[in-house]
T-cell receptor, first 110, second 114 residues
Framework: GEDVEQSLFLSVREGDSSVINCTYT??????LYWYKQEPGAGLQLLTY?????DMKQDQRLTVLLNKKDKHLSLRIADTQTGDSAIYFC??????????FGTGTKLQVIP | SAVISQKPSRDICQRGTSLTIQCQVD?????MFWYRQQPGQSLTLIAT?????????ESGFVIDKFPISRPNLTFSTLTVSNMSPEDSSIYLC???????????FGSGTRLTVV
């Protein structure tokens, strides 16, 4: 079945850039997503990218997709303490089933 | 974009009892999805609920344990039946945003079974 993998933990200093990486196995992925989960909360869709795109930028967020290597990354510029959360990478193909990674816990050090 | 109201936000339940979780969407949606997030884990799809038909369950999940209702295009319930401590998780509902802009989630129900 489909598999999505992420590193479990990332620590950065406030003001630096954060890069969260994700790899996936499903070559038929159509959409790739990044979600944010703050403590005690549900999931918030941050951004998504179509599989025919290489890059998408949305304010402080930059998503890079290397379809050949099945590698997705999320860069957060000027990371703030409010960015501390768990970030989930997810992918979906043609049947609306979304497969999530294990989540990366981002810790921002003041 | 669709907004989901999910309740209860948390509950502590006795072993052997059942809990029904509700999700209300502020717009009509064809499909609603129910996920489980076990402690420290990622999300796992339980089932997909279409209005007017039986829900479709993923491998490892059965209707007797997780009955789902979908009476109309804006509402769904998930029941966790005959609970055991292993059912302690966060349960989330999700719908697809219009024009394929991804999926949005409810705030989740944090269930603890004692």
């Amino acid at each position: 079945g489909e598999d999505v993998e992420q590193s479990l933990f990332l620590s950065v200093r406030e003001g630096d850039s954060s890069v969260i990486n994700c790899t996936y196995t499903d070559s038929s992925s159509t959409y790739l997503y990044w979600y944010k989960q703050e403590p005690g909360a549900g999931l918030q869709l941050l951004t998504y990218i179509f599989s025919n795109m290489d890059m998408k930028q949305d304010q402080r967020l930059t998503v890079l997709l290397n379809k050949k290597d099945k590698h997705l990354s999320l860069r957060i510029a000027d990371t703030q303490t409010g960015d501390s959360a768990i970030y989930f990478c997810a992918e979906s193909g043609g049947y609306q089933k979304v497969t999530f990674g294990t989540g990366t816990k981002l810790q921002v050090i003041p | 974009s669709a907004v989901i109201s999910q309740k209860p936000s948390r509950d502590i339940c006795q072993r052997g009892t059942s809990l029904t979780i509700q999700c209300q969407v502020d717009s009509q949606v064809t499909m609603m999805f129910w996920y489980r997030q076990q402690p420290g884990q990622s999300l796992t799809l339980i089932a997909t609920a279409n209005q007017g038909s039986e829900a479709t369950y993923e491998s490892g999940f059965v209707i007797d344990k997780f009955p789902i209702s979908r009476p109309n295009l804006t509402f769904s319930t998930l029941t966790v039946s005959n609970m055991s401590p292993e059912d302690s998780s966060i349960y989330l509902c999700s719908v697809e945003l219009p024009q394929g802009d991804g999926y949005t989630f409810g705030s989740g129900t944090r269930l603890t079974v004692v």
